[in-house]
């Protein structure tokens, strides 16, 4: 919950997905206890963390099954009277935004793909936030240099979660902006310098771009920096200057 609560005030709500390649961490895991604690008291937002089944024991897609129900359930306390009183009493469903970090930024992505799709009753999507999303694609894009190691590494972990698909040419890895279109209209994607994923959160910004949606979309890059290092340690100045923007975006679009 926020640091202060009037009876009466709403705030910015957010559906988090934890990373960590679709096997480990949880919603309870302390490092993503702590990071969603510091964003919450940054941006004073409500944030509902989703615990989706993890492989090996649940492949892929069943993460994608689990985030959808919850992305549902929240939504259905927009008519304020669901299971959750502090969620009827407190959240702001016309901020209501979609967020985060590696796996969990491939999850979100594709929920926010859904909500533009499926278009469920109570869920208007403000904005999505993409933190160093596990996104890829068979061919090399702008501005990367060709690692076959990675590649095949990448590949190999892909088909491990998710043995069902076709590999990288998966659409929930590689997004197509020929078939897919988002449920909201402001997009955030943040990249580090140091990381193997960071040229596809550039090269993302250009698809979402490519479907015309009319929505806003930046990414911004933190120099000198691998990939999760704000979970890692959160004490950095970078760490606390990444929260820091996020808090800044998800309120651009607060209503009350």
Known sequence: MPKSVDTDQKFPLVVYFHGGAFVVDTAFSPLYHTHLNNLVAEANIVVVSVDYRRV???PLPIAY???WDAVQWVASHSSRN????WLNMYADFQSFFLAGDSAGANIAHNMAVRAGSDNPDGLTVSGVVLVHPFLWA??????????PES??????????VNPCSSGLDDPLINPDPRNFTLGCKRVIIFVAEREVFKHWGFYYKELVEQIR??????VLETKDEDHLFHI???TTHKAKSLVKSIASFL??????
């Open 213 to 218: 949606w009319g929505g806003k979309v930046e």
């Open 56 to 58: 090996p024991e649940h």
């Open 232 to 234: 890692y340690d959160p």
């Open 151 to 160: 590649r095949a590494f990448a590949e190999k972990l892909w088909l491990c």
């Open 251 to 256: 309120n651009e679009g607060k209503t009350g």
């Open 65 to 67: 099954e689990d985030s």
């Open 138 to 147: 068979k061919e090399a894009v702008a501005g990367q240099l060709i690692n």
């Open 82 to 85: 669901g299971q959750e009183t």
